[in-house]
């Protein structure tokens, strides 16, 4: 949506812009922010919706108002507006007034639902949505599995919530919006990308398996994938419209065992490795690299790469040619890791998805 257009009657109408002013959040903070800074013109316009706004919130936040104390409020923000001359006010002055007793009513209806409900940007996306939604919600305390119209399933964690549209396969492309925690497991359509809106994130795959982390009162926002591929972005990029539009992924792009992290409040995507990395369903572990005897460390690590589909950065030339002698059995890969350091006296760190091993070489 382009706001640059708008004149203040319409700010005063918008959702956005209202629950930015009513209820502020990193997000809508960073939004307003950036495009005040964009168009500096802009500044006065929004300034006096606000005015109007909070103003409007100071009479009617404690009851609903009739028509008696309608009137008076038209007649107080005509006042305000009075010793705010200019042009821009004088051209909207009288829409405004026509309108101005149907704006409050919602303005009071939208600031009671805030109260009681918290709103969500779950609830708010879902209520933006042009299609007719279909919601399920799981309030039991197990795992609920819900088969989508193209066959892709989700399975939904207590406490969660998604919508999907009505009409789901006979859309351009495919979209789902999640509050809580759900995996889902999408049916392979290059021709139809599947979309997951949850919080500040968006998620696009074209076929693959994934997990989600994304409620309400959480501090971060989690995208695991398990098998295939995924792209992750915010609402807020500059390029989110060309990157859903798209038809290649784009973003921060993840393989399986790799995970995003969103900081909310920093508004800043970590990449990281899952916490329990798995053997990736293509490779199987060779048998004779379960145990092994005077074995370069540089074929070891080779192994694990392939085994699990991560990447591993050491100086090979240090310790590549490191010989080692070892047998593993059912660790997972960071003790596998951690036994190796210690075999040639080395140490790890996981940095932005990828397995880093320091250490002064063999001797």
């Known amino acids: 949506m382009s706001y640059y257009h708008f004149e203040v009657t319409d700010f005063l109408e918008d959702e956005y812009f209202k629950a930015w002013v009513y209820t502020p959040t990193s997000e809508t903070n960073h939004f307003w922010k950036e495009f005040l800074i964009q168009y500096p013109e ?37 006042q305000h507006m009075d010793k705010k001359p200019g042009k821009i006010l004088s051209r909207w002055l ?16 939208f600031l009671k639902t805030e109260k009681q409900n918290n709103t969500t940007i779950y609830k708010k996306l879902t209520a933006c949505s042009k299609t007719e939604l279909k919601e399920k919600i799981n309030s039991s305390d197990t795992l609920q599995l819900i088969v989508l119209p193209d066959r892709s399933t989700i399975v939904l964690h207590p406490k969660s919530s998604v919508s999907y549209a009505a009409d789901f396969e006979r859309n351009s492309k495919r979209e789902v919006y999640l509050s809580g925690e759900a995996f889902f497991n999408v049916t392979k359509n290059p021709d139809k990308p599947f979309f997951v809106y949850a919080n500040e994130l968006i998620t696009k795959v ?80 060779p048998a004779p690299m379960l145990k092994f005897q005077d074995e370069k460390v540089s074929q070891i690590f080779a192994n694990l790469e392939q085994t699990y589909g991560i ?53």
């Open 42 to 78: 802009k500044s006065e316009m929004i300034a006096n919706a606000q005015s109007i706004l909070l103003q409007i919130k100071d009479e009617i936040e404690t009851e609903f108002p009739d028509e008696v104390k309608v009137e008076n409020m038209l007649a107080n923000i005509q």
């Open 94 to 109: 009288t829409t405004f007034a026509t309108a101005a007793a149907v704006l409050i009513f919602s303005i009071s209806w």
């Open 206 to 285: 074209l076929g693959t398996s994934f997990l989600i982390k994304a409620f309400d009162n959480d501090k971060e926002v989690e995208v695991a994938v398990k098998t295939g591929k995924v792209s992750v972005f915010t609402r807020m990029d500059d390029d989110a419209e060309k990157n859903q539009s798209s038809n290649k992924l784009a973003g921060v792009i993840l393989t399986p065992n790799q995970k995003v992290m969103f900081l909310r409040q920093q508004l800043r995507i970590k990449k990281l490795l899952v916490d329990t990395p798995e053997i990736i369903a293509s490779a199987v572990l």
């Open 311 to 363: 990447d591993i950065v050491y100086d090979e030339k240090i310790l590549g040619n490191c010989l080692l002698t070892a047998s593993f059995s059912n660790e997972n890969l960071y003790e596998k890791i951690d036994m190796i350091c210690k075999g040639i006296e080395a140490k790890f760190e996981v940095i932005d998805a990828q397995v880093v091993i320091t250490g002064r070489g063999c001797h």
